[in-house]
């Protein structure tokens, strides 16, 4: 699915903001934030059109070679006057909404050639109603869509430039400050379909799972439904309660819980980080526990600390790269 950055408020901390992604993308400082109740379930970020803003830093350079992205972002502004900011990457992409002689619309832009390329949409946004705004670009065309619904499109070709510009939740940085609550935004690195839109507009909190027994999540887990291919992974991004648990996808595959779901990571919380999996490894299938890490798809540092069991039994304490010596000991002699 290409998701790179995923910010949710249901942490209810109006000092750090997480990257529910799994990239390990949390941002650097957040400015005039307060969090409060979302549309149905879980919190939003409320923006108070002055000062409120999160910066995440130099991050999300999705341009030199790329010509597909799509930002997503559930909001309800409360005023709007000019143009304000749901998030901006000063020159490479930003989300916007405009005003001009009636209701402010959805405008999406990405740098190309250095230079601005915009598409705006056709619908009026009220005030005070949750609206999904989504822009996308495929490589021939720039789209915004309001909900499930198409809303403007421009034809344009070309690779997004690259840009060191820092990322912003809620401004342009420092300017251009969006009076809204926000509760979802995603950033992906590739073109999603219209389907795929409508399905992620339908569920901004998350898919909706209940288990029989107390599930033992917390917010920010990476689960999976299948030890053998862990590439059908959600995030659980809000704990209804001891049985029931929202996930966001960061895969395009199915999920089909079971009642008793494996937890195999963590992002933040330093007593939870971590990620455990089975490895199917040949002849010598694996199972693999490691500490401390930054981000689930980063599993190259050496200071990782690492328990294996393999057919040769458990070593417990060694490090990323000494299990991988072991191994290649064992494979080639």
């Known amino acids: 699915m290409g998701l790179e950055l995923l910010v949710t408020f249901n942490k ?12 390990a993308r949390h941002a650097e400082t ?6 409060g109740s979302g549309e149905t379930i879980g919190k939003a970020g409320g923006f108070d059109g002055s000062t409120s803003e999160v910066d995440f830093g130099d991050i999300l350079d999705l341009g030199g070679s790329a010509d597909e992205i799509t930002v997503m972002c559930r909001m309800k502004y409360d005023a709007n006057a000019g143009t304000k900011y749901l998030c901006d990457k000063d020159n490479h992409f930003r989300l916007s909404l405009v005003s001009g002689a009636g209701l402010p619309t959805a405008r999406f832009e990405v740098y190309i050639g250095a230079a601005w390329k915009t598409v705006t949409g056709a619908t009026g946004l009220v005030a005070g109603t949750w609206y999904t705004i989504t822009g996308k670009y495929d490589g021939t065309d720039l789209k915004v869509f309001v909900d499930d619904s198409e ?8 690779n997004v430039d690259a840009s060191s510009s820092d990322f912003f939740v809620g401004s342009s940085g420092a300017a251009d400050f969006v009076d809204a609550h926000i509760e979802t935004l995603a950033v992906f690195s590739v073109a999603l379909s219209a389907d ?7 569920i901004p909190n998350g898919i909706k799972y ?10 920010g887990d990476l689960v999976v439904d299948n030890v053998i291919n862990t590439n059908v992974q ?26 008793a779901p494996l937890r195999v990571g963590h992002i933040w919380d330093t007593d939870r980080q971590n990620i455990s999996y089975w490895d199917n490894n040949g002849h010598n299938p694996e199972i693999k526990w490691l500490d401390g890490i930054a981000q689930f798809g980063d599993l190259t540092d050496a200071s990782m600390e690492v328990v294996v069991i393999d057919k040769d039994g458990i070593k417990k304490g060694v490090t990323w790269e000494d299990a991988n010596n072991i191994l290649a000991g064992q494979v080639f002699g």
């Open 12 to 23: 209810d901390d109006a000092t750090a903001v997480k990257d529910f992604s799994g990239n």
């Open 30 to 35: 957040v400015t005039g934030l307060i969090v």
């Open 151 to 158: 809303d403007g499109t421009a034809a344009q070709t070309g």
């Open 196 to 202: 795929s839109i409508e399905a992620l507009d339908s």
């Open 210 to 219: 209940e288990w029989n027994a107390h599930h033992k999540l917390e917010t």
């Open 234 to 259: 959600a995030i659980v991004i809000w704990e209804e309660s001891d049985v029931i648990a929202h996930l966001w996808p960061v895969s395009d595959n199915k999920f089909t819980f079971s009642d």
